[in-house]
């Protein structure tokens, strides 16, 4: 019985910055990889990183611009966005591998990332 719910997202001015937070419910939340996936107007679902107990891996066309970390003492996923630029407008999920390895079947419901001015 996971339950995965993101926050943290808003309209920001290019350059600002977000860290959203993925909050689970679940007693092995630890055990868990968790992945960030986001969804930008008008294109589809995009991998963004993944972490593990063995680091974080991210995808090429984010790599240095965003940093992803967990609490496992407060069950939370966390993805900070530095100087940020209208390319980081999207939805951004996080999601895990509950019934199948690899297979993103347990998403949140989202939150949204407006970079505007």
């Known amino acids: 019985q996971l339950q995965l719910v993101e926050s943290g997202g808003g309209t920001v001015e290019p350059g600002g910055q977000l860290r959203l937070s993925c909050a689970a419910s679940?007693?092995?939340?630890?055990?868990?990889?968790m992945s960030w996936v986001r969804q930008a107007p008008g294109k589809g679902l995009e991998w963004v990183s993944i972490?593990?107990?063995?680091?974080?891996i991210y995808a090429d066309s984010v790599q240095g611009r965003l940093t992803i970390s967990r609490d496992n003492a407060k069950n939370t996923l966390y993805l900070q966005i530095n100087s940020l630029k209208p390319e980081h407008t999207a939805v951004y999920y996080c999601?895990?591998?509950?019934?199948?390895?690899?297979?993103?079947?347990?998403w949140g419901q989202g939150t949204l990332v407006t970079v505007s001015s």
């Open positions: 972490i593990n107990d063995g680091g974080a």
């Open positions: 999601a895990t591998d509950l019934l199948e390895v690899g297979a993103l079947d347990a």
């Open positions: 679940a007693l092995t939340f630890s055990d868990r990889d």
